[in-house]
């Protein structure tokens, strides 16, 4: 076990000491970050997106809607769409949004709105502003006793009628919390198996420059595999820590999704589990195979070949 150790330090030590590992730990996150941040760079938001909300007004009060939207970046139509024909209309993908009001909106106090992923996502915040035409509605159809100025005290609501339930979408707070500790096993899982493969080239290239056969002379061949092995496992996390640090930071301030709370879950430890027991039977059978090459050419394509 001390020769093992000692064969791992001097993976770890060697692999640190190499500019070209150096170059790629920090150059391969940042690369990844680059095709995340650039299309932003060359999107443009100088113009506002203009909603075209359509509305079916019966109850006469399309007038006073269309002033109290005055400041908003609406364009604002007349419609006798039904609820039916403007999900259909929606699914076109458009920007768009339909609001239908009535005697049943005034009595229950919520207007059905329907939406698309392409509207806004400020326009049920900015929608509330026309509650105030339809309070006056309620107001004069009311005789304001006691029942009917609490309703009225209950303001209009805007509903958006178009959602799904949470848990059908991709995006839904069940999925992620799948997904994203399923992602970060999956890097974990990958930065070793490129160390593993690492090992495999390593293991051949001692072999032709006559390196095994002195190495060998003071310890076992199991001690020389498992030292790399295990060094180039530590190489590995040190990878992960790395592109944890540089990512995770960038990611949490570009991503609107709680990433830390999804992350931190018990099933990340099983998949940190499957990954590492993964790594420990990939390494083992390459660094075997990596011993038997005759030289470093060899091993290169029996490794493109895999």
């Keep these: 076990m001390h020769n093992t150790k000692k064969v791992a330090k001097w993976e770890i030590k060697r692999n640190l000491k190499s500019k070209s590992f150096i170059i790629g730990l920090f150059l391969t996150p940042l690369i990844f970050l680059a095709f995340l941040l650039l299309p932003e760079l060359f999107s443009s938001d100088d113009e506002p997106a203009t909603t075209t909300v359509y509305v079916n007004d019966q109850l006469g009060v399309y007038e006073q809607l269309e002033a109290a939207a005055a400041n908003t970046e609406w364009n604002m139509e007349l419609t006798n769409s039904t609820p039916q024909e403007a999900e259909e209309a929606l699914e076109e993908g458009t920007d768009a949004a339909y609001i239908f009001i009535g005697e049943q909106s005034v009595e229950s106090g919520t207007v059905p709105v329907y939406t698309n992923d392409e509207t806004s996502d400020a ?17 004069e159809q009311l005789g304001l006793t006691a029942e009917e100025a609490g309703t009225v005290a209950q303001g209009i609501v805007f509903e958006d009628a178009s959602n799904e339930p949470e848990q059908a979408g991709l995006f839904s707070e069940a999925m992620l919390e799948r997904v994203v500790p399923g992602a970060f096993a999956a890097v974990v899982m990958l930065s070793i198996v490129f160390t593993g493969m690492a090992i495999f080239q390593s293991a051949s290239q001692e072999k032709k420059d006559k390196i095994a056969e002195i190495i060998l002379s003071s310890l076992t061949p199991a001690e020389l595999m498992q030292g790399k092995i ?36 018990p099933e990340l430890l099983v998949l940190l589990l499957i990954a590492i027991l993964g790594y420990l039977l990939y390494a083992a059978l390459f660094v075997g195979i990596g011993a038997t090459m005759a030289d470093i050419s060899t091993a290169g394509n029996f490794q493109e070949w895999s």
């Design 123 to 139: 326009f049920m915040d900015e929608v509330q502003q026309l509650g105030g035409p339809l309070q006056m509605v309620q107001i």
């Design 230 to 265: 295990i060094g180039y496992f530590v190489l590995g996390i040190i990878q992960v820590v790395v592109y944890v640090l540089i990512a995770l930071p960038v990611l949490i301030w570009r991503v609107d999704v709680p990433i830390v709370e999804y992350l931190f879950v």
